[in-house]
Nanobody, 123 residues
Framework: QEQLVESGGGLVQPGGSLSLSCAAS????????IGWFRQAPGKEREGVSC????????YYEDAMKGRVTISRGNAKNTVYLQMNNLKPEDTAVYYC????????????????WGPGTQVTVSS
């Protein structure tokens, strides 16, 4: 059974850091473009970052650009999102998802999704 699972969320103080993981089972993440999205209460899901499958190109949306780094794990079928200097407005459920055709900030272009991991930034 193909499955994506995010982990690494939690409660962190403003200015703190978290490292999120997106682990796949039943299929190989290297075959897909992988995106990270987030959704805060009452808001639409928005793109955070994406990494392409062939050349490893990375893309970052303005909301967290300069504060996040996306990367693929070496032979661990996992994609990571390192988040630094977190702000209260970063509080959201963070999701990873797969895309076949390319990186995009459009969530509708992504097929498989994990259940999400909650990130709360608060003092």
């Amino acid at each position: 059974q193909e499955q994506l699972v995010e982990s690494g969320g939690g409660l962190v103080q403003p200015g703190g850091s978290l490292s999120l993981s997106c682990a796949a089972s039943g299929f190989t993440l290297d075959n897909y473009h992988i995106g990270w999205f987030r959704q805060a209460p009452g808001k639409e899901r928005e793109g955070v970052s994406c990494i392409s499958n062939k050349d490893g190109m990375t893309y970052y949306e303005d909301a967290m650009k300069g504060r996040v780094t996306i990367s693929r794990g070496n032979a661990k079928n996992t994609v990571y999102l390192q988040m630094n200097n977190l702000k209260p407005e970063d509080t959201a459920v963070y999701y990873c998802a797969t895309a076949r055709w390319g990186c995009s900030a459009n969530a509708a272009l992504f097929g498989s999704w994990g259940p999400g991991t909650q990130v709360t930034v608060s003092s």
